[in-house]
C-alpha cells in the first residue's frame, strides 16, 4: 500500500505561483513512477505532470513551461510547482503514484488539494 497527503493548495492571483507537495508513505520502493492530475468542476481528470523512478519528467503541451515536478527521495515528497497561474488552473489538483505491487500495476491517489485562481 502507499499512502499519498497533497498539501498546499490555496486562492491565488492570476501570474502569482504555488508549490503543491505531497508526502508519500508506505510502499515507496514499489513505485515507478509518480504524477499530478488535476479535474476542474465539470471537466475530465487530466495529467499535468510525471515523473519516474529514473527522474525522467513529462508534462502536456498545455502547461510545459510553468509546472514542474519534483521529487525529494530524503523527504519522500513530491512536489509541483506552478507558475504564471491562470483562471485556468482552478481545479482539485491530486497526487498519483502508480506501483507495481506482486507483479500488479496498482494506483494510488491522495485526496486532492484545491487551486484556485482568481482576482
Known amino acids: 500500500q502507499v499512502q499519498l497527503v497533497e498539501s498546499g493548495g490555496g486562492l491565488v492571483q492570476p501570474g502569482g505561483s504555488l508549490r503543491l507537495s505531497c508526502a508519500v508513505s508506505?510502499?515507496?520502493?514499489?513505485?515507478?513512477?509518480m504524477g499530478w492530475y488535476r479535474q476542474a468542476p465539470g471537466k475530465q481528470r487530466e495529467l499535468v505532470a510525471v515523473?519516474?523512478?529514473?527522474?525522467?519528467?513529462h508534462y502536456p503541451e498545455s502547461v510545459k513551461g510553468r509546472f514542474t515536478i519534483s521529487r525529494d527521495n530524503a523527504k519522500n515528497t513530491v512536489d509541483l510547482q506552478i507558475a504564471r497561474l491562470e483562471p485556468e488552473d482552478t481545479a482539485l489538483y491530486y497526487c498519483?503514484?502508480?506501483?507495481?505491487?506482486?507483479?500488479?500495476?496498482?494506483?494510488?491517489w491522495g485526496q486532492g488539494t484545491q487551486v484556485t485562481v482568481s482576482s
Open positions: 508506505g510502499s515507496i520502493k514499489s513505485i515507478n513512477a
Open positions: 498519483n503514484a502508480a506501483a507495481t505491487v506482486g507483479g500488479i500495476s496498482r494506483y494510488y
Open positions: 515523473i519516474t523512478s529514473g527522474a525522467i519528467t
